[in-house]
């Protein structure tokens, strides 16, 4: 079973719109670390936001924000105020457990910023 | 230093040869990974290392061979690969293996098997 599964495969979004990624999770964990990464077409992954498990408010990075919703186990990537170099693929990640040298991502979403 | 090398950025080789992935790191890290990614598709983890041992395989093939001389650096040895073998091979490190700890990837070696 997957243990983070992103449902977009692809996203088309005019320039300065917010859009959502979306990225659910499956552990038994009470301890886990969710990670969203950005990849362009370049090839290097760059981090964008991290949310633990005990966080009690959502994580924000500038235009960056992810919606936790724990009991649904979901972890939303909000981009405000898109820009076209924002187009990339995204990949929600996460890392279970107190101390695990693994870190799994899902099958990620193609963002497509239009002019 | 902030960044994770990774040379070469493009090899191409042979099914008969022998090469190596090189991945450093000086920003004290303690856990370092191999991750494997074929085009359109999530980074697959292949190795990490845990202060210089080996702590996950996950059952990679034995043409691949990793390595970790000391704490700044990452080999990937390469020998007898399938052209399947192509793909985008990523270097990343952490402090350690603490759950809050993000991945600092490397740029990447795109390795083509003829």
């Not at chain 1, 924000?65 to 909000?78: M, P």
């Not at chain 1, 405000?80 to 187009?87: K, W």
């Not at chain 2, 040869?17 to 890290?29: I, T, V, W």
Request: aromatic fraction near 10%.
């Amino acid at each position: 079973a997957q243990k983070i599964t992103q449902t977009q495969p692809g996203m088309f979004v005019q320039e300065k719109e917010a859009v959502t990624l979306d990225c659910t999770y499956d552990t038994s964990d009470q301890s886990y670390g969710l990670f969203w990464y950005k990849q362009p077409s370049s090839g290097e992954m760059i981090f964008l936001i991290y949310q633990g498990s005990y966080d009690e408010q959502n994580a924000t990075e500038g235009r960056y924000s992810l919606n936790f919703q724990k009991a649904r186990k979901s972890a939303n990537l909000v981009i405000s105020a898109s820009q076209l170099g924002d187009s990339a693929m995204y990949f929600c990640a996460m890392r279970e457990g107190i101390r695990d040298d693994k870190i799994i991502f899902g099958k990620g979403t193609r963002l497509h910023i239009l002019p | 230093d902030t960044e994770v090398t990774q040379t070469p950025k493009h090899l191409v080789m042979g099914m008969t040869n022998k090469k190596s992935l090189k991945c450093e790191q000086h920003m004290g890290h303690r856990a370092m990974y191999w991750y494997k990614q074929k085009a359109k598709k999530p980074p697959e983890l292949m190795f990490v290392y845990s202060y210089e041992k080996l702590s996950i395989n996950e059952s990679v093939p034995s043409r691949f061979s990793p390595e970790c001389p000391n704490s700044s650096l990452l080999n990937l040895h390469l020998h007898a690969l399938q052209p399947e073998d192509s793909a985008l091979y990523l270097c990343a490190s952490s402090p350690t293996s603490t759950t809050n700890e993000k991945l600092f990837f490397g740029s990447g070696t795109q390795l083509s098997v003829l």
